[in-house]
């Protein structure tokens, strides 16, 4: 019986919750059953009990939170209720028991419910919106406390069926409380997007049209003789060039590749962070076999005599027939959409205006079946697809160039950005965390951004390269390859140690590390890369970029291009980060901007 690498293991004590109650008991791991993903734990009183991951929490981050747990309710009214509720109850029984405890005493219980779980919402809130919360909160509170009272005199509790359960009872009592106190406008308004982000609708509406008009005139640009900003605009192609019924199929089945070997049966399975409702969907990371055999069938294709400088000479043919996929793809995210449950909606595009959730995403996971759509797009067609254009370019320098082998330069970008990639699909866990996949939904702005924007802008330096050779001197080549070294160290280091931490913070090999509790149960680090500036990995990222595009020389600036929009592309990610972290962890991540005060790059910004 193995456990699972990057949750609880045998022996370690941890908070486990109580079949139907959100009360949490120290308990220790005993076993972890691989099929029915439950794990058996024992109670101090010698208790026995199979609980579920989600039921269990580490022990430290327990005492900051005060026990808080998500609750899984049966509506979503009744969910977006609970979830702002100070004395929020849950009465959901996920795990199976064997035997019950010992009875704890009511007084335990009731001390748990109310005052621990009010504060974190007056310390981390410092917004309009937070501050009804708390209103509403201590309203509940309030009241909560009056009939808790009620029952502290002569309430015995034990674990009875639940209908005669006195527990039960007040259970229900507190319920109904938090349900009555919220009024319906409140509860209405809960989980809809209050700030929009990106400049709004117009913003939006503004990036459906710019993004395509960009990526047009980035390849149109790239491919005169003359890449100067001082050729612009450059000449426009006849519209019936742009299509071409073949291009469009191999577009179409490189999809359908990517898609199987997306849905093969191998690799592990692993649990995303838990939604709104509680849920936590199953991910199968096998995103490093899909590189392995992709690049299988491109050499098999390549020594099969297939021109795969092709590519090269379609690529705007290539570009409008991923447009129109990731189009198509996008009117049937937001269509789709419409039929969703609340609670598997986006946090940053249900604003209730189509044109914006239309862009920035309705649905939060969109899957057909157990097929996510969203985490697909984000690591696959896209992603691979770009190294395969790289080498398409690569054969089209050669051959357009009359090069034995390759240049130098295109050599240094092919491999660098290679090396992104699979670094990308080697961590495929680590995208579970990012902003894309727990926050944004999956519109317009991630398909276009996945299936157009990846492959064919950044590209443009290979795709520049082919037309515009640079010879590289040895020395500049062992600086340029410096540059890569410590951009990718940095990244790699800073996403690997957030990782690390996120995964097990209470790993004996992490006890060095510097942290500050927050209120959610969570810590933010504050050493290592952590320490330097509040995001290194966008600081490694940016040194990455900068070494993909010097190969190309500086005569122009369009193989810039990537690394000028990334600066500002990170600068606002971070920018909405930020926002959403002061959101979460209120007054604990003003400390930490405090101890850490530079954002990305150390002494500037
Ligand atoms: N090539 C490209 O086009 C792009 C690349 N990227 C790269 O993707 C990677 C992931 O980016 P992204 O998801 O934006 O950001 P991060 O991986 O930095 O994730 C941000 C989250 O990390 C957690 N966090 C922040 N500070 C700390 C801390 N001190 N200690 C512990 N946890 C902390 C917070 O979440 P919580 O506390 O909830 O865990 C925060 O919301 C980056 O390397 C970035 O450069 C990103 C965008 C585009
Ligand atoms: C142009 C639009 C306004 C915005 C589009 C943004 C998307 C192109 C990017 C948003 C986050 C991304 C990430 C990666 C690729 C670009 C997009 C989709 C990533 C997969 C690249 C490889 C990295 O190692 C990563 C950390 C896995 C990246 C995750 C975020």
């Not at 026995?48 to 981050?61: N, P, Q, V």
């Not at 419910?113 to 917004?127: C, D, T």
């Amino acid at each position: 019986m193995t456990m699972p690498s990057n949750r609880f293991q045998k022996g370690e004590a941890v908070m486990g919750r109580w079949p139907g109650s959100s009360l949490y008991y120290e308990v220790k791991v005993l076993s972890y059953d691989t099929d029915t993903q439950l794990y058996t734990v024992i109670y101090k009183d010698g208790t026995e009990l199979e609980l579920k991951g989600a039921d269990m929490k580490r022990a430290t981050g327990f005492r900051q939170s005060g026990g808080r747990s998500r609750s899984r309710s049966r509506s979503p009214s009744r969910r977006r209720s609970r979830s702002r509720s100070p004395a929020r109850v849950t009465r959901r029984s996920t795990s199976r028991t064997k035997e019950a405890p010992k009875e704890p005493k009511p007084k335990d219980v009731l001390e748990v419910r109310v005052s621990p779980l009010a504060k974190p919402v007056e310390n981390n809130s410092n917004n309009k919106h937070d501050k009804e919360v708390n209103d509403t909160s201590s309203r509940v509170s309030e009241k909560a406390e009056a009939v808790l009272e009620k029952n502290r005199v002569g309430t015995r509790y034990n674990l009875r069926p639940r209908k005669e359960d006195p527990m039960d009872q007040l259970i229900e009592d507190l319920q109904k409380i938090v349900d009555e106190t919220l009024s319906e406008p409140e509860k209405q308004t809960v989980g809809k997007t209050a700030e929009l982000e990106f400049g709004g609708k117009l913003g939006a509406a503004f990036m459906i049209v710019f993004l395509p008009a960009v990526t047009f005139v980035l390849l149109l640009m790239c491919q005169q003789k003359d890449p100067s900003l001082l050729d612009f605009p450059p000449v426009l192609p006849e519209l019936d060039t742009l299509w071409d019924a073949g291009v469009f199929g191999i577009v179409a089945l490189w999809f359908l590749f990517q898609a199987l070997l997306y849905m093969l049966p191998v690799g592990k399975v692993v649990e995303g962070l838990p939604l709104a409702t509680g849920k936590r969907l199953k991910y199968r990371i096998n995103g490093f076999y899909a590189v392995i055999l992709s690049a299988a069938a491109l050499g098999v294709a390549y020594y099969q005599d297939v021109d795969l400088s092709y590519i090269h000479d379609h690529f705007m043919q290539f570009a409008v027939s991923s447009m129109i996929l990731s189009s198509v793809l996008s009117v049937y995210l937001y269509v789709r959409s419409r039929w969703a449950r609340e609670g598997e909606l986006a946090p940053g595009g249900n604003s209730g205006n189509v044109i914006y959730d239309f862009y920035i995403g309705h649905e939060l996971n969109p899957r057909i079946k157990s097929f996510d759509l969203k985490y697909f797009c984000e690591l696959r067609p896209g992603l691979i697809g770009w190294i395969v254009i790289n080498f398409s370019m690569l054969l089209a320098e050669m051959k357009f160039q009359k090069l034995d082998t390759p240049s130098l330069a295109m050599m240094l970008v092919n491999g660098f950005q290679l090396l992104y990639v699979a670094d990308a699909l080697w961590h495929e866990e680590a995208i579970l965390t990012t902003m894309d996949i727990v926050h944004d939904g999956f519109g317009f702005m991630l398909a276009f951004g996945d299936l157009v924007w990846v492959p064919f802008t950044y590209s443009l330096q290979a795709f520049y390269l082919v037309k515009h050779p640079n010879a590289l001197s040895w020395p500049w080549v062992a600086v340029i390859l410096a540059i890569k070294l410590i951009g990718y160290s940095v990244f790699r280091k800073a996403n690997s140690e957030k990782n690390a931490f996120r995964r097990n913070p209470t790993d004996p090999k992490l006890s060095h590390v510097r942290t500050i509790p927050t209120a959610t149960g969570k810590s933010l680090l504050v050493s290592g890369l952590w320490g330097l500036v509040r995001h290194p990995n966008y600081l490694g990222d940016i040194i990455m970029a900068s070494a993909w595009s010097l190969p190309c020389g500086f005569t122009h600036i369009l193989p810039y291009f990537y690394v000028i929009y990334f600066i500002c592309l990170l600068i606002h990610r971070e920018a909405r980060d930020e926002k959403q972290c002061r959101k979460k962890y209120g007054s604990a991540w003003d400390e930490y901007c405090r101890q850490v005060r530079y954002r990305i790059i150390p002494g500037v910004y």
